[in-house]
T-cell receptor, first 112, second 111 residues
Framework: NAGVTQTPKFQVLKTGQSMTLQCAQD?????MYWYRQDPGMGLRLIYY???????DKGEVPNGYNVSRLNKREFSLRLESAAPSQTSVYFC???????????FGQGTRLTVV | KQEVTQIPAALSVPEGENLVLNCSFT??????LQWFRQDPGKGLTSLLL???SQREQTSGRLNASLDKSSGRSTLYIAASQPGDSATYLC??????????WGAGTKLIIKP
């Protein structure tokens, strides 16, 4: 079982460039999440999708958009990258009625 | 607004010692408290989940406790091993079913 798969693992962008981070889970989970992790801080929720067809803003949504493409896939898009978006991004999923979260290995993004 | 704090930020102990990691939260209205492990360059792995009605959970050498009234949770690791070296994060699930995270404690077990 692959669990939660994120691509790419590393990325360097120039300010103003756009990119999409991909996330897919093969556990038939209903809910999916995007977090960012910055040094010295806890993970912060960017967006989440409680179920296929729905998305909601989290704590730090500005500068990001998401798409829940289907039950398996949840992508995060940066339309115009800024240095403040340099971070490690994690995708996670939880099953219906369950609270144990499963995480991808993360995407380390640097914006220069 | 819920805030979760983990102190200390880093901890180094000799192999074989028993140790306690601390997690505090400001709002006692939580659904559960979860502990995760994060290895460098890797994702997070769930260790233990304590429901709000529970006082503790155990898995192998790990024991997590929860005291909602004092806003505290502890993760006890018995007979520590070098393989336990990692960053340990706690997260409280708030009334909106969202996880609020601490910044983590980086644990180093010295052989």
């Amino acid at each position: 079982n692959a669990g939660v798969t994120q691509t790419p693992k590393f990325q360097v962008l120039k300010t103003g460039q756009s990119m999409t981070l991909q996330c897919a889970q093969d556990m038939n989970h209903n809910s999916m999440y995007w977090y960012r992790q910055d040094p010295g801080m806890g993970l912060r929720l960017i967006y989440y999708s409680a179920s296929e067809g729905t998305t909601d803003k989290g704590e730090v949504p500005n500068g990001y958009n998401v798409s829940r493409l289907n039950k398996r896939e949840f992508s995060l898009r940066l339309e115009s990258a800024a240095p403040s978006q340099t971070s490690v991004y994690f995708c996670a999923s939880t099953p219906l009625g369950g609270w144990n979260a499963f995480f991808g290995q993360g995407t380390r993004l640097t914006v220069v | 607004k819920q805030e979760v704090t983990q102190i200390p930020a880093a901890l180094s102990v000799p192999e074989g010692e028993n140790l306690v990691l601390n997690c505090s939260f400001t709002d006692s209205a939580i659904y559960n408290l979860q502990w995760f492990r994060q290895d460098p360059g890797k994702g997070l792995t769930s260790l233990l989940l304590i429901q709000s009605s529970q006082r503790e959970q155990t898995s192998g050498r790990l024991n997590a406790s929860l005291d909602k009234s004092s806003g505290r949770s502890t993760l006890y690791i018995a007979a520590s091993q070098p393989g336990d070296s990692a960053t340990y994060l706690c997260a409280a699930m708030d009334s909106n079913y969202q996880l609020i995270w601490g910044a983590g404690t980086k644990l180093i077990i010295k052989p």
